[in-house]
């Protein structure tokens, strides 16, 4: 049930979770359709396999500025570096 007020759609507010089970649990039940999901990010699911890896010497100061933005970005920081290159391929094309 969405509320009405003044003619307009109020949605509940999704509510917070303590971890990644609790969250699932609530959407395995809960009506979306009923929540404000205005706030929410896409979240990339990586199902590929990663049949390489490497060995990249950086100096430190760039090294420090990739992990303070991958975790300000949320993600570890060899996702980050993955995800860079990726855009900076995609953008070539």
Known sequence: MVLQFHGFDVKKKIPAF???????????????????????QTVRFEMKRKDKSINLRLPEELYDAV????AHAGLPYQRFIRL??????????
């Open 18 to 40: 303590k971890n990644t089970r609790a969250a699932a649990a609530f959407v395995d039940k809960a009506d979306l359709s009923q929540y404000d999901l205005s706030g929410a």
């Open 67 to 70: 992990r303070r933005r991958a």
């Open 84 to 93: 860079a290159l990726e855009h900076a391929l995609a953008t070539q094309k």
